[in-house]
T-cell receptor, first 111, second 113 residues
Framework: DTAVSQTPKYLVTQMGNDKSIKCEQN?????MYWYKQDSKKFLKIMFS???????INETVPNRFSPKSPDKAHLNLHINSLELGDSAVYFC??????????FGDGTRLSIL | KNQVEQSPQSLIILEGKNCTLQ??????????LRWYKQDTGRGPVSLTI?????NTKSNGRYTATLDADTKQSSLHITASQLSDSASYIC????????????FGTGTQLKVEL
């Protein structure tokens, strides 16, 4: 019954590796997002997709590549992980003008 | 530059007491303002959303106010409970494509016995 689900919940990996985080929403929303929350709890938008089309792409290193196979899924692939990538990554979805529904986050730790 | 500032940064209150959290913003053109509650280890959950024409909105013991002229909002929590311990985030949406939101850094509230 989870509205926005992300996997994995925890991800511990070494610097230089490539990893993916998956996100699925069952709310029928048209728009999905990826956010990064740093150690100071500040949420920052990374990407936004509307009906599988990229509409927001903030200043994010091109090592980060989102992929939306359909409007219910937005996955995030990260190449060549760096120490500064350690954070909590949140997926969210929304429908026109309505509040966003967030997943519970993926805690990424780079060793 | 669009900004959202919240105060206080953290707050400790006794169970049963009321408290008020503040949010000042410089986002323009303004579309709406939202308050979210984020429990530890969870994603943010929406409490209220207010547009330009609304100056107060309630959700149970949570009441948000908005003064669009002074660009200020407050979240008032009545009769606090231990479960209110969380981070409260003010988020302001600007008009235009992409539903672009500006997030505040949050107020960390702890309710103690």
């Amino acid at each position: 019954d989870t509205a926005v689900s992300q996997t994995p919940k925890y991800l511990v990996t070494q610097m230089g590796n490539d990893k993916s985080i998956k996100c699925e929403q069952n709310l029928g929303h048209d728009t999905m997002y990826w956010y990064k929350q740093d150690s100071k709890k500040f949420l920052k938008i990374m990407f936004s997709y509307n009906n599988k089309e990229l509409i927001i792409n903030e200043t994010v290193p091109n090592r980060f590549s989102p992929k939306s196979p359909d409007k219910a899924h937005l996955n995030l692939h990260i190449n060549s992980l760096e120490l500064g990538d350690s954070a909590v990554y949140f997926c969210a979805s929304s429908q026109a003008g309505q509040p966003q529904h967030f997943g519970d986050g993926t805690r990424l730790s780079i060793l | 530059k669009n900004q959202v500032e919240q105060s206080p940064q953290s707050l400790i209150i006794l169970e049963g007491k009321n408290c008020t959290l503040q949010c000042n913003y410089t986002v323009s053109p303004f579309s709406n303002l939202r308050w979210y509650k984020q429990d530890t280890g969870r994603g943010p959950v929406s409490l209220t959303i207010m547009t330009f024409s609304e100056n107060t909105k309630s959700n149970g013991r949570y009441t948000a106010t908005l003064d669009a002229d002074t660009k200020q909002s407050s979240l008032h929590i009545t009769a606090s409970q231990l479960s209110d311990s969380a981070s409260y985030i003010c988020v302001v949406s600007a008009m235009g494509g992409g539903n672009k939101l500006t997030f505040g850094t949050g107020t960390q509230l702890k309710v103690e016995l």
